[in-house]
């Protein structure tokens, strides 16, 4: 007969064992499989780095020029401030609502001179987003990262799509408000096409490297998906803070919400370089991988 302590680690060991045997059977299923790859793809690109960098910069720069932009579009439309757009947006009401609108209450006057130094405010920190992003698409894709004119000019490109990716869908998410669904549903699909247009080109856009398309197609797919889930889980957490925030410290707390906002929004772009680093390599091959590599060397060579 077996001693009390040896049966419990005999069934210690066989629950180890178990477990072990369905992990494995796990990932072998496809989506569990590309599910933990992406993950050790994106800590090994130093990925939660990457998107500090991205977040701290898109706070100073992008979402202040944001913020003014609409500043600047309230003098023909007083009911399209920011902090209306967003109160309208998120379905905020009450006590909520008016502390948004509070915290963004549009001055008289200053408005250009705040535009211009968001501006050079966004050519400075622009090239650390942009730069940041290279890194991770070039560290996800196991490619060269650009040097010199090239980096600055396509990373610029780069951001300028972003830029006006974002602001198409924020105009359309405010454009059809109270609107039929059929318009809601163009409105969508529109704003997918967008989404699935700008994670297709950005590998070749910020690597300079002739990509395949077709070995692009999955990633940017699941990547517009993912995009869709993220912006409706972001939105939901984001009425949610700023309901706590707000009441707890006012606009201070506003400002609170939209840094975790954008923390968010900033992993989610570095996750889905892994992402698309992954697809890549299982779609395109390990011949076209080691083909591309060479020739990422000898476009980034000095």
Not at 163 to 183: K, Q, Y
């Amino acid at each position: 007969m077996d001693k009390p302590g040896e049966g419990r680690a005999g069934r210690l060991r066989a629950w180890i064992t178990g477990a072990r045997q369905h992990q494995e059977r796990l990932e072998r299923r496809r989506w569990v499989a590309f599910a933990l790859a992406s993950l050790r793809r994106f800590d090994q690109i130093d990925g939660k780095h990457l998107a500090i960098v991205i977040a701290a910069n898109l706070f100073i720069a992008v979402i202040p020029l944001i913020i003014i932009g609409y500043a600047l579009a309230e003098g023909f439309n007083p009911r399209r401030g920011f902090g209306a757009v967003i109160a309208t947006n998120l379905h905020l009401g009450g006590g909520t609502a008016q502390i948004v609108k509070d915290t963004f209450t549009t001055a008289s006057s200053g408005k250009i001179t705040a535009l211009i130094i968001t501006v050079i405010s966004l050519l400075v920190t622009g090239l650390d987003i942009s730069a940041a992003a290279q890194t991770a698409y070039a560290r996800a894709f196991a490619m060269t990262p650009l040097r010199g004119s090239q980096k600055y000019l396509r990373g610029g490109a780069w951001l300028v799509l972003l830029l006006a990716g974002t602001g198409a869908g924020l105009t359309l998410r405010s454009v059809t408000a109270g609107r039929p669904a059929w318009l809601v549903l163009i409105a969508w699909l529109v704003w997918i096409a967008i989404e699935f247009g700008f994670f297709i080109i950005t590998p070749r856009l910020l690597l300079d490297l002739p990509f395949a398309w077709r070995d692009l197609v999955p990633g940017a797919a699941v990547c517009t998906a993912a995009a869709l889930a993220v912006h409706a889980v972001a939105a939901f957490l984001l009425r949610y803070w700023f309901g706590f925030y707000g009441h707890a410290y006012g606009g201070f707390g506003i400002g609170l919400a939209l840094i975790a906002f954008t923390g968010i929004i900033a992993s989610f772009w570095v996750w889905i370089a892994a992402v698309m680093g992954v697809y890549w390599e299982d779609k395109a091959g390990p011949a076209a991988v080691a083909a591309m590599e060479k020739l990422s060397a000898d476009v980034s060579a000095p």
